[in-house]
């Protein structure tokens, strides 16, 4: 964060009259008085020296969805092949995405999170009755004690047994 003109100036490899210019313009994104990020300032900057550099970008998107792009002259046929084209290297690329294990099927995912909780769920709620046996004339802070030991065995039980699933795949490994 520049604290002062004379701050923003040295990090910004300009004159102080520069910085005082740019506070003064019309277009200046940021507070009047310092501090001011010095990155922000930087990009303001380069933005407001060379234009916006996404805007021909969006002006050709613009045009191309108002059929006055660079293929307003193709016939439908063409259109619908280059489609057919763009939906097939889609495709192509998901299925690399797949093969290499970075996308997963979703669903498959839900029911097998679904499934651990619902074991975690029962491991716990057998907890009282296991435990009673044990537990019976302890005191209080023994109890406690004890209830929060075998609680945390689970825990980690089930923490354990989801990492072992996370990195060998979860036997869902795809050809």
């Known amino acids: 964060m520049a604290t002062s003109m004379r701050d923003l100036a040295r990090r910004c490899g300009v004159a102080e009259g520069t910085v005082r210019k740019w506070t003064k313009s019309h277009d200046w994104a940021f507070s009047l008085a310092p501090p001011w990020d010095v990155a922000k300032?930087?990009?303001w900057r380069e933005i407001h020296r060379h234009g916006d550099p996404a805007a021909a970008y969006r002006a050709k998107a613009m045009a191309a969805e108002r059929g006055l792009g660079e293929f307003r002259d193709t016939s439908a046929l063409?259109?619908?092949?280059?489609?057919?084209?763009?939906?097939?290297?889609?495709?192509?690329?998901?299925?690399?995405?797949?093969?290499?294990?970075?996308?997963?099927?979703?669903?498959?995912?839900?029911r097998r999170r679904v499934q651990q909780i619902m074991e975690v769920r029962n491991?716990?709620?057998?907890?009282?009755k296991s435990m009673a046996p044990?537990?019976?004339?302890?005191?209080?802070?023994?109890i406690e004690d004890e209830m929060t030991d075998a609680i945390v065995v689970v825990l980690e039980e089930f923490a354990g047994g989801a990492d072992?699933?996370?990195?060998?795949?979860?036997g869902d490994e795809q050809d």
């Not at 491991?123 to 009282?128: A, G, I, Q």
């Open 41 to 43: 300032v930087k990009a």
């Open 78 to 110: 063409t259109k619908a092949r280059l489609q057919a084209t763009i939906e097939r290297a889609l495709l192509l690329r998901q299925r690399r995405l797949v093969e290499a294990g970075q996308l997963h099927d979703v669903k498959e995912c839900e």
């Open 123 to 128: 491991r716990l709620m057998e907890l009282p």
């Open 134 to 142: 044990v537990l019976v004339g302890l005191p209080a802070e023994r």
């Open 164 to 170: 072992a699933q996370d990195n060998d795949g979860g």
